[in-house]
């Protein structure tokens, strides 16, 4: 168990390593002149140098490595090339609501993805599960963005249920709830339908092993054997891929952020590209391969513990 | 004496990718209230069926016809939920494999209160000490704490006998042991076996003991009952059978067994031919391609099961003599 | 000269298949959602193959006299902000989008194609660096991702392909890598190099026909994700750029005329769901019909 934990931590530097390698290569080892493509060529000499100086452009492109390194070991992830703020503090601003955002579209997934999962098992091949099969496969490639302008025209514009742009009052926490239903449905829905694909297979799968036969032959009822014991250990496999969840459903929130007018991550992303501040856009996508690779790295360890067989002698 | 489990003409039928599979064909078997019955033969001979359907257990692909009586109740007569409520109360189990019969992520303690539940009018905790007798009984030591374990951290032995146990709460009035010593080692099947004769007063009923091992059958069982391919060929006191076996296959199986065999070689017996598959069955006798005592009439009709001394034997030999 | 090819030794796991053909798309036309998807695919290939042809009107044209005109008979999904039929503007968005999509995916699969023999073939480090790489890529958030190149490179049809081109190849290269590891320990191909094959021959007859399965599966179950990614950055403004007709670019017009016309965003935003379904479908049932053992890899 330990030594697994620490395989799987040591993959996970190795990855970030990896990920801050492209990201670093793809600002410094740009063709052609950085300051002329990221200023446009309309951009005054005085301008690019002073892009030049501010990104460390001037100096050799192995100390620009060790610059770029060793400012993102301390926290240090640039500037805001317009505000002149601190990076990190935009993100770090933007962050908690683009998390909020995932989470309960997260949240919607399992709330529909598991009971839908479990009644089509209890009845394969059944009318309810195909029904639950198409919809699942339709809603899982759907683009969330597309969703939440449709949820917006149907829920916010037509039929006025819910409110349709913002996050809602600062404070108001039943207002930010409201606000939140509609954004955090677009961004779940695809979830919904592979969680409850996986639950379905899971489950299935589960029914079929010999302590199912056990109970059932004990006279317990199908339902509760189902979700009583064997949903436990086919959530298992359904909690492990939680972390690649996650950070499908931060990209996804980027856009859905856009369509609602909510601020977080990709209300931040959007503005910085259009005056293409690049520090900002950089930052914001380390800040997420972080958070993504360490929710990866947690749902992997936590499904390690869900399971009594593999907790042994931790 | 009164018949716990009565079976008339029962035949199980399985609905095939390439046709109906005949599992098991014409079975005639009583088995009286306190005995305990052998049920022999090898993998494929459709013992496993017939215990799947003395549970009510069998999948939905497969059909019943003729009658299978648990005490005065046509078990196939019921309705779905009726036979349900069989289980668990009347019937208990102990299955085959005990490595994977518990839930891997339920505490001990937790599955056998769990097993418990059609006993009313008694709390958690009550069924919880009557769990920690039964472990007590059925020999495990410190039974308070294997209660708060989980399965992976008990040997297989221990999970057998918590298996045992747990049929036993219930107070079933037949017990169905589908070959609960497979999986295990020898040491531990004699373990095993032991704690079985011990505690056959404690179940107020008959118990089903399913073995392809002659030997076992001779330690532990009162009647056997010897299948062949879907069929039931023999049946009778344990004594009686095993003394003066009269079906050619019920002799090849224990001349096949090495614990029987008076003179060592340097191979073991072996019966010559193949079980023949369900699609493809032989006309008249079913051991009839593979029986040493074969004559005219076991290729063209399928002899009765009929009394012989104190037995039953479906061969056309035992009816001429 | 050597009957080594002709029977495998038992080591081999079912590796020599028939290339897909005829009796593939008559299995695939065998399930109703496969036939359907098929059909909708074909439709949407011919919408975007004779864009000039299929569509009524021309999609540029502005006639701002009939400008945000519902749906009616003469413009059956209506008119947008400058008068034109937007009909005509998602049929020439379909040529668009295929045009990302498939040079998107081929440049992927080259890329996810070179590299996955070099890791299978090369030395194990290469192959732990390269599987790095690849995780990496994977971890990192696609839209964010896109939209840092953009904001580096600056908008346009080229970046786009290239953001979808790094986005998409490592599922390629997972695939190819993993069935050339596969190959390069069965004994016939040791055997047959020994003969003497050359190592392109034995690419050739023995890892085509394995990899052409698995990837015309991955092709059509990334396409969703691709069309996605293109009409996501073209609706934020940072992909196809206007007046060229994409489904994305409609979709912000909408989306910018939402109370005044809803059925702009309505009408723009059908092909994306028509498209990714009946893409999604189709994978399914080709993952049926050629690959029924692989699950969905992450």
């Known amino acids: 168990m330990i030594s697994y934990v620490l395989r799987q931590v040591g993959l996970s530097v190795g990855v970030l390593v990896s990920a801050i390698i492209i990201l670093f290569s793809l600002i410094y080892l740009v063709p052609g002149d950085p300051a002329t493509i990221a200023l446009g060529p309309r951009a005054s000499e005085q301008q690019k140098i002073v892009f030049r100086q501010s990104m460390g452009l001037d100096q050799p492109v192995p100390v620009q490595a060790f610059h770029f390194v060793s400012k993102l070991a301390t926290g240090d992830l640039g500037t805001d090339l317009l505000t002149r703020q601190p990076v990190l503090r935009l993100v770090g601003a933007a962050l908690p609501k683009t998390v909020t955002l995932a989470l309960t579209g997260l949240g919607w997934a399992l709330l529909l993805g598991v009971p839908m999962g479990c009644i089509s098992a209890m009845r394969p091949d059944s009318m309810t599960d195909r029904l639950i099969g198409l919809v699942s496969t339709s809603v899982v490639a759907l683009p969330s963005f597309l969703l939440a302008i449709y949820l917006l025209i149907a829920f916010a514009v037509t039929l006025r249920w819910l409110p349709a742009m913002g996050a809602g009052e600062p404070g108001d926490i039943g207002d930010q709830i409201q606000h939140l239903i509609l954004p955090a449905f677009a961004v779940g829905l695809g979830w919904v339908g592979y969680i409850a694909r996986l639950v379905r297979a899971s489950l299935l799968e589960t029914l079929q092993e010999n302590h199912v036969r056990t109970y059932r032959a004990f006279g317990v009822s199908d339902t509760r054997i189902a979700m009583r014991y064997a949903l436990p250990i086919a959530m298992i496999p359904v909690v492990a891929v939680i972390g690649v969840g996650l950070g499908n459903l931060l990209s996804g929130a980027v856009l859905v952020e856009v369509v609602f007018s909510r601020p977080g991550l990709g209300s931040l992303a959007h503005d910085a590209v259009t005056t293409r501040n690049s520090p900002v856009l950089v930052g914001t996508v380390l800040v997420t391969t972080l958070l993504y690779i360490a929710a990866n790295l947690s749902t992997d360890i936590l499904s390690a513990l869900l399971d009594p067989r593999l907790r042994k002698e931790a | ?321 | 000269m050597t009957t080594v090819e002709e029977t495998p030794p038992v080591s081999a796991p079912p590796a020599l298949k028939a290339l897909p053909g005829w009796s593939t798309v008559r299995r695939l036309l065998s399930s109703p959602s496969g036939a359907i998807a098929l059909v909708v695919v074909v439709a949407l290939v011919f919408c975007a193959v004779f864009a000039p042809l299929v569509a009524p009107y021309d999609p540029v044209q502005i006639a701002p006299r009939i400008r945000f005109q519902g749906p009616s008979l003469e413009h059956w999904l209506g008119t947008d902000q400058l008068g034109r039929d937007v009909l005509s503007r998602v049929i020439f968005g379909t040529r668009v989008a295929f045009k990302v999509a498939l040079s998107g995916t081929a440049a992927a699969l080259l890329l996810g194609l070179v590299l996955g023999i070099v890791a299978g073939l090369g030395k194990s480090w290469i192959d732990g660096v390269l599987l790095l790489v690849c995780d990496a890529m994977r971890s990192l958030p696609m839209i964010l991702f896109a939209l840092a190149v953009v904001a580096i490179y600056g908008p346009s049809m080229a970046t786009l392909i290239t953001v979808i081109t790094f986005s998409m190849a490592p599922g390629y290269f997972r695939v190819v890598r993993n069935q050339v590891l596969v190959l390069r320990n069965m004994d016939f191909v040791v055997a047959s190099q020994s003969m003497g094959a050359s190592l392109g021959r034995v690419a050739i007859t023995h890892l085509v026909p394995n990899l052409i399965g698995p990837i015309i599966v991955l092709i059509a179950m990334d396409i969703p994700a691709v069309i996605g990614i293109e009409s996501g950055l073209s609706f934020l403004g940072q992909g196809i750029q206007p007046p060229e007709a994409s489904w994305g670019t409609m979709l912000s017009d909408g989306y910018s005329f939402l109370r005044q016309a809803p059925h702009l965003a309505i009408a723009s935003g059908l092909p994306v769901i028509v498209a990714t379904i009946a893409f999604t479908f189709l994978g399914e049932a080709l993952r049926d019909v050629l690959d029924p053992k692989s699950s969905r890899g992450r």
């Open chain 2, 1 to 321: 004496m009164t018949a716990i489990i009565d079976m008339n003409d029962f035949s199980i039928t399985y609905a095939g990718e390439r046709g109906p599979v005949p599992a098991v064909r014409g079975v005639n078997l009583t088995l009286e209230k306190g005995r305990i019955l052998g049920l022999v033969g090898e993998s494929g001979s459709g013992k496993s069926s017939l215990v799947s359907a003395m549970l009510a257990l069998l999948p939905k692909s497969a059909k019943v016809s003729g009658r299978l009586s648990i005490g005065a109740d046509d078990l196939y007569a019921l309705s779905e939920a009726q036979r349900r409520a069989m289980r668990g109360q009347r019937l208990a189990t102990v299955s085959q494999d005990p490595f994977t019969a518990l839930n891997p992520v339920i505490r001990i303690g937790a599955q056998l209160v769990e097993f418990q539940h059609r006993l009313k009018g008694i709390s958690r905790s009550q069924k919880l000490e009557r769990a920690r007798e039964m472990l007590a009984r059925v020999g495990i030591s410190d039974p308070g704490t294997r209660l708060t374990q989980y399965p992976h951290q008990l040997s297989g032995g221990l999970r057998q006998r918590v298996a045992i146990a747990a049929a036993l709460l219930v107070n079933p009035s037949i017990l169905i042991a589908d070959e609960p010593t497979t999986a295990l080692d020898a040491t531990t099947e004699a373990e095993v076996i032991e704690i079985i004769r011990e505690l056959r007063g404690a179940v107020d009923g008959s118990i089903v003991f399913v073995t392809h091992d002659m030997g076992v059958v001779a330690r532990l069982c009162d009647d056997v009952a010897v299948m062949y391919a879907g069929e039931l060929v023999e049946s009778g006191p344990v004594a009686e059978v095993l003394e003066r076996p009269q079906h050619p296959y019920t002799r090849a199986l224990l001349a096949c067994d090495p614990a029987r065999i008076e003179t060592p070689s340097r191979s073991l017996p072996t019966i010559p031919g193949t079980v023949p598959s369900p699609h493809a069955l032989p006309a008249g006798c079913i051991f009839s391609p593979r029986c040493g005592a074969v004559i005219d009439i076991c290729r063209s009709v399928r002899p009765a099961f009929l009394p012989s001394d104190q037995s039953r034997v479906a061969c056309h030999r035992t009816e001429a003599s």
